[in-house]
């Protein structure tokens, strides 16, 4: 049984909350992650692929959706915890929404808490969760465009993955427009190809996160 938590995001004091949220994880050891991306760029799918290749990672997942609890459940059948934040309207996760979801995982037994955050380019960008390092997720379905589209969510990435590579050459993806987009954006990172389905671009995710669970 999934637990759906229904909250809605209150700007103000974020990032005392956050504060909390990074100590708890601090605390108990535990890498956290924030994951933002556009609806559909396949954030979902990709944990499920990189808890079941991992089984001697322990991952938490706190799933932040608008409705439903369709994401936790799906990770939920992988076998790692997941806890389902609704936030009925808001477009976005706050960190008092983390601090307070935190409990329901069994942190003294986890090695990464993952965020999957709101489907959203905008809102997410503008709030810290407490997480130690934020992944955007940019699938080339979307187009080689949304950089410069939505600066502040690529600017504030430590890791970008280009999501469904396998569709690239359908969709005329371009790759070197986003390479100059960041440029301007945020240079200090590569955005790393990945594919679910191929397997692209999987092997190196994983050891980055094995690398930052070391650090």
């Known amino acids: 049984m999934v637990d759906v938590i ?4 209150v700007s103000a004091d974020n990032q005392r909350h956050a504060d909390i949220v ?3 994880l601090d605390d108990n050891g535990i890498l956290g992650l924030n994951i933002v991306s556009s609806p559909g760029a396949g954030k979902t799918t990709l944990l499920e692929k990189t808890i079941a290749d991992n089984p001697d990672i322990k991952f938490g997942v706190i799933e932040g ?6 994401d936790a459940k799906r990770i939920e059948k992988t076998g790692a915890p997941a806890v389902q934040l609704n936030t009925q309207g808001s477009c976005h996760l706050t ?3 983390v601090e307070n979801a935190l409990p329901k995982l069994k942190l003294a037994e986890l090695d990464i808490v993952v965020v999957e955050n709101i489907g959203n380019l905008i809102c997410p960008a503008a709030y810290a969760l ?5 992944v955007v997720l940019l699938s080339t379905p979307e187009g080689s465009d949304k950089v410069l589209k ?3 969510a690529f600017a504030g990435a430590d890791l970008i993955l280009i999501t469904k590579m396998d569709l690239a050459s359908a969709v005329n993806f371009d790759m070197q427009v986003v390479l100059d987009d960041l440029q301007a954006v945020n240079p200090k990172v590569e955005p790393w190809p990945a594919s679910v389905v191929t397997g692209e671009g999987l092997d190196r995710w994983y050891k980055w996160l094995r690398n930052q669970m070391e650090k």
């Open 6 to 9: 229904i909250m809605k995001a």
């Open 22 to 24: 990074r100590r708890s």
């Open 65 to 70: 959706d608008v409705f439903t609890s369709r």
């Open 95 to 97: 960190a008092e929404m």
């Open 130 to 134: 407490g997480e130690h390092k934020r």
């Open 150 to 152: 939505y600066p502040e």
